[in-house]
């Protein structure tokens, strides 16, 4: 659940600031890109955990809404709902501080539960807001016989052992950097960290680079897709947004570039409305976009 506070500015440390218009608004990486997936037109099951909580329950009965299956999800009492703390500035910009609660029990056996759904998947999206081990047990049990996105967020400490045998590893700038231990600076190093992750073994990178798109890159070819204009009015979700674009095209046959092209559409929807959830945007919104893109050309 992200309880999303719009200020002025963002608090220095130490300092307390008046913010205004608090709201709670259903969100979790997980969850934001099932939600995208299934208003893109996919059939989606999340998989993972919620408290018995009153977040908890929030929650799920928006996902079912949603029309995202939970039937695998559990509640479990040994910890609170994931929880987000949202700051969002004028310029729509934010800064999230989240408690994984039971996320963090997300473990072996659980997956273990959960295998009849995965190995029925045309492909599975998977994020680090689950215990690394489990990320890694999900990548070796299944990158031969489904293919795996990763989204390599929120950046831990500890990164997953076996990330590279993702079929798709999709981080925004600083989640690239603790991958590779390469600062990006520009264009230029932005290219050059993809090719040190492709160096390490990845077959396919998508890098997100918010306003200025995504850099989709294989060992033949690496491309800058441009982003899109448009009036920014809370960037929540974007990312998300735009990884469930992503897969929701490439299990449609797009390859990675045309894939990536339409996840900036789906991500570029996303700032457009305030919230992470209520910001996804739907395949007709998405249509009409292209359209419109296509039309001005």
Known sequence: ??????????????ETLLGRDLRFIPGG????????????????????KAGEDYFGACLLENLEREKVYTGYLE????????????????EG?????????????????????????IEKSDIVLVQLGIPVETVDELICMFKNRVPVILDAGPIREKLPRFWQDATIVSPNESEAERLTGKKITNL???????????????????LKLGARGCIAATPEEARLISGHRVPVVDTTAAGDAFTAGLAFAYVKGRDLFQAAEFANYVGALAVTKYGAQPSLPTADEVARMINQTEIGR
């Open 29 to 48: 990486k997980g969850a934001n890109q099932a939600v995208a997936a299934a208003r893109l037109g996919a059939a989606v099951t999340l998989l993972g």
């Open 188 to 206: 230029s190093s932005a290219f050059a960290c993809c090719q040190h992750m492709l160096d390490l073994g990845v077959k396919n990178v998508v």
């Open 75 to 90: 509640r479990d009492n040994r910890g609170a709902t994931g929880t987000a703390l949202v700051a969002v500035n004028r």
């Open 1 to 14: 659940m992200d309880l999303v506070i719009k200020a002025d500015r963002m608090p220095r440390e130490g």
């Open 93 to 117: 910009k934010n800064s999230i501080l989240t408690a994984l609660g039971v996320n963090e029990t997300v473990d072996g056996k659980y997956l273990e539960r959960t295998v009849p759904a």
